[in-house]
């Protein structure tokens, strides 16, 4: 059987991403970093596993992978977002989005890379966003910290074909989840107006771009970045 692990398993995303790789035949890990219950009830009802470890913590990643063996995929999909001025956030919350974000990623993919090159398979799939393609204004610190995904996936991408992985990226609009529970009624009906198809994301949307990426549907497709947004940003 097939093994993947997705970070933020325990968020909306992650966990519908969690769902379609089950359905997909994965051995799905669920990795958490506080929603312990709500991982291991999600991992409970997919007969998948939940691992906790914050991605900034190398050497928690480095003992959860050893625990895993070789892993056929893996999902970053970890992340945090602040809204704000870039000048009234804090350095601190600055540099944590960015480790968690960004940083974190690179540490999930560094701990599994060596094993699918000695296995010369594998595949990662980062989750990047629209603000990553084309910047927000109030989410400078995000923005940056995806357009650092899109980055690392692309350079990552080369660097790995040789040794048979490929390394993508998904790039999400505006998904409904907890993240996007901040807007107002207000603020979502000015949102959807910019929206060309007219209906906010849904993460079931991320989890087949993503389901896709994985197959071998998608077996030539390596350092591309598949927008998933409805439109908003082309
Ligand atoms: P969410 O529901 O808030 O979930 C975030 C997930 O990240 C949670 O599972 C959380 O784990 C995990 N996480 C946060 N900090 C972590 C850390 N330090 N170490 C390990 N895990 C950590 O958010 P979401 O909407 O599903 O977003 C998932 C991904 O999609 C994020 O990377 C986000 O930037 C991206 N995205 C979302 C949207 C959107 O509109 N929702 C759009 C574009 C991109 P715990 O709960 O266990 O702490």
Not at 157 to 186: D, L
Not at 194 to 217: C, M, Q, W, Y
Request: glycine content about 10%; hydrophobic content about 45%; overall charge negative.
């Amino acid at each position: 059987m097939k093994k993947a692990l997705v970070t933020g398993g325990s968020g909306g995303i992650g966990e519908a991403v969690c769902r379609k790789l089950a359905e997909d035949g994965y051995f799905v890990y669920i990795a958490y970093s506080s929603s312990e219950e709500k991982a291991r009830k999600l991992a409970a009802e997919i007969g998948g596993e939940a691992v906790g470890f914050d991605v900034v913590d190398s050497a928690a990643i480095k003992k959860a992978a050893a625990d895993i063996g070789a892993l056929d995929l893996l999902v970053n999909n970890a992340g945090i977002s602040e809204i704000d001025l870039f000048t009234s956030i804090s350095e601190e919350k600055s540099s944590r989005i960015m480790s968690v974000n960004l940083i974190g990623a690179m540490n999930c993919a560094r701990c599994v890379l060596p094993d699918m090159i000695h296995r010369k398979s594998g595949c990662i799939i980062n989750i990047s966003s629209m603000w990553g393609q084309c910047g927000a204004s109030c989410e400078v610190d995000y923005s940056a910290s995806k357009a650092g995904l899109i980055g690392f996936t692309k350079a990552l991408a080369k660097e790995t074909a040789p040794s048979g992985i490929r390394v993508n990226c998904v790039s999400p609009g505006f998904i409904m989840t907890e993240m996007n529970s901040r807007f107002s009624q207000e603020d979502l009906e000015l949102i959807l107006e910019d929206i060309p198809l007219g209906i906010f994301g849904e993460p079931r949307h991320v989890a087949d771009a993503v389901s896709f990426l994985a197959s071998d549907r998608a077996e030539y497709i390596t350092g591309q970045i598949l927008a998933v947004n409805g439109g908003m940003v082309i």
